[in-house]
């Protein structure tokens, strides 16, 4: 196991370089530069379709931004959205949580009325487009939407092989193509979960000290199936 | 001391997380006292998270690189250098220029004016025409006839603009002057915490000491009386002095429900004026507008294409225009018709779903207070046939079905009725004031 410096459990860490844009190049080219979509701009997708990964990789390049999950800032009540206004982006994920609460629209709306006022940019996440969002004030879901709705598209096999072989080049693994394409026959296709299992391969590597050869995969993939739940029949 | 700091940071950098850094570490405040060192976060959440995450770990860099000058204590509040954490969190009304003579209160700096609304970036048509008048009328002459200028109508149609317009107006012609733009949530936000922090005198005076004070969502006061209460009095302050207020509110001020009469009858003084949802015509001119502003180039007929299926409002028509203008940037394409109807896919066809006839009956007959089954029936009285022929014209606007399509969508009726309902309605929207608001609220319902 390898030795963890902090006791927060520190996921691949999610930049650009590791985000495979597939078809959704535009928005991540207008997050890399988030002064285009100010005052605000709206990311909507699925689950696991990449929206933290893309908004964390937002913060991660800019020095003044800040990355808010909504499930964090949730047990803290509407005030914690209260001292972002110096920074120059904010990115909220999963706002579609703290919606239709008047106190927490409200909220928001003062956070995204001071980043207005200051020049500053408001990016926001969401599982659907700012009309089904659940909206109790219009004026906000008008708001957010100003910089533009994009809609995260799912990712083709061949992004997705290009992804996870990006992923596991970032953490020094040579994942070679046909072992990729394998993963992704044999694995619960979305990114997430593939790249949960891109971990689990990544120790078992490194306590083997073995590299990802076809029959080295296969292996742990043989030996981990086990262990995770079985449906009940 | 300042070096332990700086080498905490490098430590934190590399352990961190990018986002992480920058999100709770980046903005602390580092100050070196006596044997400490003490951290000051922009709020309690940065706080908490620091506390669970990564105080620990601050500790043991800070013992670690203390040096000769032995042991850091290391503490973590909330606050801004110099300032106490409740003087940090109260932010009053923010001045675009500096007051001449007194000294800036410490809190009147930071924001500004959006310099980029002004009345040469408004685009003016028939539906903003009169409020886009009233407010250059204000800008020229403040504290006169129009005081207050009351502002009302729906979501995205440009009211906020046009206050900043106001502002940033008045600052051109008398670069002195004191003009505040607050939204309404902002004004009840910083009283309460006035209130708590017993700096009611402070927050009284720099409202009240405004030569001009734009508020923008006045519906946000509804129901809450404290805050009304003390607008009322700021109100009537600025009103004795003869300063500007500018006001905006998404309907008719008397029609805001939980607003005490005395502020509603106070409102209608001066001049109010709605703003209405751009025509097609307009919404085409404003977005070759906003393109022109960003550099780009956009074919006339693209820009029928994205007005005719955004209705709603602007902020939604330019957020489609920014959709359009990123992909094209990003693939370095030239914006066509083909383009951009790729690039706008799900918008478009997201409308297309939504607006059905079915959807526009039912719409119609929830606004009237009456059954979809009447829109259907033969009966000709007013209350019915009305709301009926409305319901007739926006089908033919909002899908693509033919006159005997919508005829029989309507329990059988006649090609000629729908053509006549259409024409009847045209008219009204011309000549009768209540329809054309009732068609205009109608089609930002249905397509917003």
Same mark, same amino acid.
Request: aromatic share 8%; no cysteine; hydrophobic share 40%.
């Given at each position: 196991m390898r030795q963890l410096p902090l006791p927060v459990r520190l996921r691949d860490f999610a930049l650009f370089e590791t985000f495979e844009a597939g078809p959704n190049g535009a928005v991540v080219a207008l997050l890399a530069a988030p002064a285009q979509a100010a005052p605000a701009a709206w990311v909507w997708g699925p689950p696991a379709s990449g929206k933290s990964h893309l908004l964390q990789a937002a913060c991660a390049a800019h020095a003044g931004a800040a990355y808010l999950p909504a499930a964090e800032l949730w047990p803290g009540g509407p005030t914690t959205l209260a001292g972002w206004e110096d920074r120059s982006l904010v990115c909220l994920d999963d706002v579609d949580r703290l919606l239709g609460q008047r106190d927490w629209e409200v909220a928001l709306f003062g956070l995204f009325n001071a980043l207005w006022e200051r020049g500053g940019c408001l990016v926001v996440s969401a599982t659907t487009a700012p009309g089904a969002a659940g909206f109790v004030l219009p004026d906000l879901a008008s708001r957010l939407a100003w910089g533009g709705v994009f809609r995260l598209e799912p990712l083709a096999d061949d992004d997705r092989v290009a992804a996870l072989r990006k992923r596991a080049r970032h953490r020094g693994l040579e994942l070679p193509e046909d072992v990729a394409r394998y993963l992704l026959r044999r694995l619960p296709r979305d990114m997430r979960a593939l790249c949960d299992w891109l971990d689990r391969l990544d120790t078992a590597s490194l306590a083997a000290g073995r590299r990802l050869t076809m029959p080295f995969v296969r292996e742990v993939i043989a030996a981990g199936r086990p262990e995770r739940p079985v449906a009940p029949s | 001391m300042a070096a332990v700091w700086h080498q905490c940071l490098n430590r934190l950098r590399s352990e961190l997380s990018p986002d992480q850094f920058n999100t709770y570490v980046a903005p602390l405040q580092a100050i070196s006292e006596e044997g400490s060192l003490r951290l000051l976060a922009p709020n309690p959440y940065v706080v908490n998270w620091l506390q669970q995450h990564c105080l620990g770990r601050?500790?043991?860099?800070?013992?670690? *690189?203390?040096?000769?000058?032995?042991?850091?204590?290391?503490?973590?509040?909330?606050?801004?250098?110099?300032?106490?954490?409740?003087?940090?969190?109260?932010?009053?009304?923010?001045?675009?220029?500096?007051?001449?003579? $007194?000294?800036?209160?410490?809190?009147?700096?930071?924001?500004?004016? *959006? $310099?980029?609304?002004?009345?040469?970036?408004?685009?003016?048509?028939?539906? *903003?025409?009169?409020?886009?008048?009233?407010?250059?009328?204000?800008?020229? *002459?403040?504290?006169?006839?129009?005081?207050?200028?009351?502002?009302?109508?729906?979501?995205?149609?440009g009211k906020t603009h046009l206050m900043h317009a106001i502002g940033n107006r008045i600052l051109e012609r008398k670069p002195g002057a004191r003009v505040a733009y607050v939204h309404s949530e902002r004004f009840v936000s910083d009283m309460v915490r006035a209130l708590q922090n017993n700096r009611m005198d402070e927050f009284k005076r720099s409202y009240r000491s405004l030569n001009a004070l734009l508020i923008d969502d006045i519906q946000f006061f509804a129901g809450k009386d404290r805050s009304q209460e003390e607008f009322f009095h700021t109100f009537n302050a600025l009103f004795e002095e003869r300063q500007q207020i500018v006001l905006s509110c998404d309907r008719y001020p008397k029609e805001v429900d939980g607003l005490e009469d005395r502020l509603k009858t106070r409102f209608g003084w001066g001049l109010t004026v709605a703003i209405e949802a751009p025509e097609l015509e307009t919404s085409v001119a404003i977005l070759m507008k906003k393109a022109s502003l960003e550099g780009v180039t956009l074919p006339s007929e693209v820009a029928f294409l994205i007005a005719k299926r955004i209705r709603s409002n602007v902020r939604e028509l330019e957020g489609a225009l920014r959709r359009v203008i990123a992909t094209s940037r990003f693939l370095d394409r030239e914006i066509t018709i083909e383009f951009a109807k790729k690039a706008l896919g799900d918008l478009l066809s997201l409308q297309d779903r939504l607006v059905t006839i079915d959807n526009i009956q039912k719409t119609v007959a929830q606004y009237y207070k009456i059954r979809v089954a009447d829109l259907m029936s033969k009966r000709r009285n007013r209350a019915v046939a009305r709301p009926r022929q409305i319901a007739m014209a926006l089908a033919k606007e909002l899908t693509e079905r033919s006159y005997p399509e919508i005829g029989d969508a309507f329990g059988g009726k006649d090609h000629t009725t729908v053509l006549h309902a259409c024409k009847r309605i045209r008219d009204l929207r011309e000549s009768d004031t209540r329809v054309r608001e009732d068609y205009a609220n109608l089609l930002r319902t249905l397509t917003a």
């Open positions: - | 601050i500790r043991e860099l800070a013992r670690d *690189n203390g040096g000769s000058a032995g042991p850091l204590e290391v503490t973590l509040d909330v606050g801004t250098r110099g300032l106490p954490a409740e003087a940090a969190a109260v932010s009053l009304p923010v001045m675009v220029s500096a007051p001449p003579g $007194p000294p800036r209160s410490e809190f009147l700096s930071g924001a500004r004016l *959006n $310099p980029d609304f002004t009345f040469e970036s408004f685009v003016e048509g028939k539906s *903003n025409q009169l409020a886009r008048a009233g407010a250059f009328q204000v800008a020229e *002459n403040p504290g006169g006839s129009y005081n207050p200028l009351f502002l009302y109508g729906g979501v995205g149609l």
